[in-house]
Nanobody, 126 residues
Framework: QVQLLESGGGQVEPGGSLRLSCAPS????????MAWFRRVPGKERDFVSS????????NYAESVKGRFTISRDVAKKTLYLQMNSLKSEDTAVYYC???????????????????WGQGTQVTVSS
């Protein structure tokens, strides 16, 4: 079972920036799509952004468009999320996820993803 390792979380003031990274813990085949989700305690895990690994096609939740940028380094098999103009409502645990196949795939649906990271806490507070 592939494990993903996230890093880059922390605490930042409103308006600040953070960059999250995610890489597999072992050698693995390239995914079909990778994504970031986030969860606030007591709520469902919400879609943030996704990228089709080979084609580089990206998608974003409306709440983060224009502020967050997803990218990947294909050679390093590393996924990134650049988060700018952070708001208090961005506070959450952020998870990266990978999907192996386009079959029946919906990029906003967490059930479409096959493997996940443990999560990294992002706190936006003054």
């Amino acid at each position: 079972q592939v494990q993903l390792l996230e890093s880059g979380g922390g605490q930042v003031e409103p308006g600040g920036s953070l960059r999250l990274s995610c890489a597999p813990s072992e050698r693995t085949a390239s995914p079909y799509t990778m994504a970031w989700f986030r969860r606030v305690p007591g709520k469902e895990r919400d879609f943030v952004s996704s990228i089709v690994w080979t084609a580089g096609i990206t998608n974003y939740a409306e709440s983060v468009k224009g502020r967050f940028t997803i990218s990947r380094d294909v050679a390093k098999k590393t996924l990134y999320l650049q988060m700018n103009s952070l708001k208090s409502e961005d506070t959450a645990v952020y998870y990266c996820a990978g999907a192996r196949s386009p079959t029946a795939f919906r990029y906003t649906d967490s059930n479409s993803y096959d493997y996940w990271g443990q999560g990294t806490q992002v706190t936006v507070s003054s």
